[in-house]
């Protein structure tokens, strides 16, 4: 079946502009994740989503980012007044019950964010 | 201490031996444990999830040691396929659809 999508690929903005990632997440899974992974770095959580709310945004960096999900699917995650220190990759995960109970977690490619 | 830790590596291993890594947390709440692989500019792919009384996939075994809070991962017969970095993951919080927290990773490389 269908995995998590992510668009863009990639994308390359200038200082100060705001960009607009999305994911997609595998269809009947309730539970959404963003983290982003810098060069050489771990997996760093952003936000989580169960259905549209999100009960832990504790990973946002900054108020210049954010993040919305609606209808219980498409989530977006929005980076205002970009900074060199926002260039990362985007990765996004959505999750299931796996056999065991546990929670399981799918990523998508991600977005390549290079901000110049 | 950070929450989850692993030896970076790198593991240089000849193809057809035996390899393990650990992985410590430390939040002794920690219900959920996972194993990823990540090849260079992809995204991380669940290996497996790893269960309190140790579980087996093909070549791959995962334990979990509840009292010294780590978790393994052993490869057996290593192919040159094997080759990425493996990540450790940790749902700290101890509830069950939230973060998880992922260890930097363990690089390795299989040779011919």
């Known amino acids: 079946g269908a995995g998590v999508s992510q668009s863009p690929s990639n994308k390359v903005t200038e200082k100060g502009k705001d960009v607009e990632l999305r994911c997609d997440p595998i269809?009947?899974?309730?539970?959404l994740y963003w983290y982003r992974q810098s060069l050489g770095q771990g997996l760093e959580f952003l936000i989580y989503?169960?259905?549209?709310?999100?009960?832990?945004k504790s990973g946002l960096p900054s108020d210049r980012f954010s993040a919305e999900r609606t209808g219980g699917s498409v989530s977006t995650l929005t980076i205002q007044r970009t900074q060199q220190e926002d260039s990362a990759v985007y990765l996004c995960a959505s999750s299931s019950i796996g056999t065991s109970g546990n929670h399981e977690q799918y990523f998508g490619p991600g977005t390549r964010l290079t901000v110049t | 201490r950070k929450e989850v830790e692993q030896d970076p590596g790198p593991f240089n291993v000849p193809e057809g031996a035996t390899v393990a890594f650990n992985c410590t947390y430390s939040?002794?709440?920690?219900?959920?444990f996972f194993w990823y692989r990540q090849d260079c500019r992809k995204e991380p792919k669940l290996l497996m999830s790893v269960y309190s009384s140790g579980n087996e996939d093909g070549r791959f075994t995962a334990q979990l040691n509840r009292a010294s809070q780590y978790i393994s991962l052993l490869i057996r017969d290593s192919k040159l396929s094997d080759s990425a970095t493996y990540l450790c993951a940790v749902n700290s919080r101890g509830f069950g659809n939230e973060k998880l927290t992922f260890g930097t990773g363990t690089r390795l490389t299989i040779i011919p």
């Open positions: 989503f169960q259905g549209n709310s999100a009960p832990d």
């Open positions: 939040n002794s709440a920690s219900q959920s």
């Open positions: 269809s009947g899974h309730t539970a």
